[in-house]
DNA sequence: CTCCAGGGATGAT
DNA sequence: ATCATCCATGGA
């Protein structure tokens, strides 16, 4: 649940479980009932699956509301990953109007262009390139991966975290205000960006990201028929209301909405077919 | 074939 | 402060 649900986009099934990478190390994992198998260090898959997570805890402090009850019955399990800063905001740079697919794309080719090569049994996974070599590379060679009007973004985004002059690290002890702030004054990084980065790799909890799915569910869901429901509005919304695991809520949301994909669509006109027409 | 996607930056009201 | 456009690309 927690692997397929728009966090992170280099896993890949294998078997009943998953190869992919944690940082620099290469990991298959598997999940046994509610335990969790795995060939790396148990700490390190340990923090990155957010194991600690209270999640019945977190699951608790939903809102009571119909939508809400059917995404936590949908998702039970799915947890936030705690992701490496520089691996989530280069990845959801990407992310703009891609598909969840198309993101898997775009990150598969620059871990396999520009990642280090890893071996695991009989299987390759790349790790995620760094910063420094993002920036040494070229905006044609980035474009090669696919990336479009977004491998202007990447590579400036790139430059300033290898160049120093923005840490990712140090800024984990801004509020949340400031920490958001600094990130969208990176190329390519805007609220919704910025929120996604907040909430997978800094452990923002409270982070709500609002891209066009989680539009159409707070519209549909949550305001049928509204009028002048700009943006401010909704993000003022989602702050009070879904509270301090907004996060959370949201990607329970988000995941229940992709996956199951009922009325949330625009609707299509309806046609029938007349024969006999010519 | 068409539609649209885990948006952001920019310029016009 | 809001709104409209453009930006590339390919899965569905």
Aim: include cysteine.
């Amino acid at each position: 649940m927690t692997l397929d649900s728009g966090q992170v986009f280099h896993w890949e099934k294998a078997g009943v479980g998953f190869l992919g990478a944690i940082g620099e190390r290469a990991v298959y994992v598997e999940q046994r009932g509610d335990l969790l198998e795995t060939t790396c260090d148990k700490a390190l898959a340990g923090r990155y699956f957010a194991l600690d997570h209270p999640l019945a805890e977190i699951c608790a402090s939903f809102p009571n509301d119909a939508p809400m009850n059917a995404a936590r019955d949908f998702c039970c399990g799915l947890r936030m990953i705690r992701q490496p800063k520089w691996e989530c905001l280069a990845t959801f740079v990407c992310s703009s109007m891609k598909q969840v697919a198309h993101i898997r794309q775009i990150s598969m080719k620059l871990r396999e262009r520009f990642g280090a090569q890893r071996q695991i049994e009989d299987h390759v996974v790349y790790t995620f390139p760094t910063a420094q070599r993002i920036a040494a590379s070229s905006e044609k060679e980035l474009r090669e991966c696919a990336l479009g009007y977004r491998a202007k973004n990447l590579l400036a985004t790139a430059r300033q975290v290898a160049s120093g002059d923005i840490d990712l690290e140090t800024l984990a002890e801004l509020s949340d205000g400031d920490l958001r702030v600094r990130l969208c004054k990176l190329p390519g990084v805007g609220a919704k960006v910025a929120n996604c980065v907040m909430l997978f790799a800094y452990e923002r909890l409270r982070a709500f990201p609002i891209d066009v799915w989680i539009e159409r569910v707070l519209r549909q869901r949550y305001f049928p028929r509204a009028r002048k429901l700009n943006a401010a509005r909704l993000r003022t919304f989602t702050q009070e209301y879904f509270g301090s695991h907004g996060g959370y809520a949201q990607q329970y949301l988000f995941h229940h909405a992709r996956k199951t994909n009922t009325k949330l669509k625009r609707k299509r006109a309806a046609f029938v077919t007349i024969s006999g027409v010519r």
